[in-house]
């Protein structure tokens, strides 16, 4: 069984007391309403990792991430943050690869395999983003586009390093524009990457994968895109700054 995963990207947004509000809120929600084991994870800004590991606390199937780490492990390289520095905040997952960081900050394909390896020799889970512009999905060419993305970064790895490894397909013209990939457009993609993932690994790797949906996901559309076979849960951006929505697209499973 795969797990199934809602993780929360706060990305640049939130100063120390509305980070610690919206902690507080989400942790007292779960602790009556994550009901079906929902593994859930919080992404804030850095600066906010350690406050916000205090106050999740021990909370069951709560867990926190990064929204990068350097590709680098340590040394003169000011300003970056190195996935053991994370680890040592108790960190367990960071988000790599997402469009922002590619298209804003130039992250290629090679530098996302050094910056998994990093997370990974440093017991990070990464959850690793791939998705197409618009103009591809409108060529007709983004399922090619998104596997390239994934072999090129990923299909160095061994079976035991893929297996720790959390996929997270977001289409580019779906993140925070409002205008989600339909449920089985959504599924249409998660398949053919498990099926890509298994013609590399095999299909009892490919079948543990969890591949989460991320693209303007919220508490009206959840559940329909959860419903699909190959969706095991989301990335969610604007509505994981709201506590009563964020939950809700936790319960949509
Ligand atoms: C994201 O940034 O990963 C994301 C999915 O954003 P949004 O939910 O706002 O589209």
Redesign the pocket.
């Known amino acids: 069984m795969r797990k199934k995963i809602v993780a929360g990207?706060w990305?640049m947004n939130l100063n120390f007391e509305d980070g610690q509000k919206l902690t507080s809120e989400i942790v007292n929600m779960l602790k009556d309403e994550n009901d079906k084991d929902v593994t859930v994870v919080l992404n804030p800004p850095f600066v906010h990792l350690y406050p916000v590991k205090k106050l999740i606390g021990n909370t069951p199937n709560l867990f926190l991430g990064a929204q990068n780490c350097s590709d680098k492990g340590s040394g003169a390289f000011t300003g970056e943050v190195s996935a053991s520095m994370l680890a040592s905040f108790g960190a367990d997952y960071v988000i790599l690869g997402?469009s922002?960081r590619r298209e804003y900050f130039g992250e290629s394909n090679e530098l996302l395999t050094t910056k998994t390896r990093q997370a990974l020799e440093n017991g990070l889970t990464p959850i690793f983003c791939c998705g197409e512009p618009l103009e591809i999905r409108e060529a007709g060419t983004h399922e090619a586009y998104v596997k390239n993305q994934l072999t090129e970064s990923l299909f160095g790895f061994s079976d035991e390093e893929i297996s720790k490894i959390v996929i997270a397909y977001?289409p580019i013209w779906?993140?925070?524009?409002g205008k989600t990939a339909s449920s089985d457009q959504a599924q249409d993609m998660h398949a053919a990457l498990r099926a890509h993932f298994a013609s590399k690994y095999g299909q009892i790797i490919a079948d543990n994968l969890s591949i989460l949906y991320?693209?303007?996901?919220n508490p009206g559309n959840a559940k329909d895109i959860f419903s699909k076979a190959d969706v095991d849960g989301g990335?969610?951006?604007?509505?994981s700054l709201k506590s009563r929505d964020f939950v809700d697209i936790i319960k949509s499973f």
């Open positions: 990207n990305k997402h922002e977001e779906a993140i925070g524009t991320g693209g303007s996901c990335l969610i951006g604007g509505a």
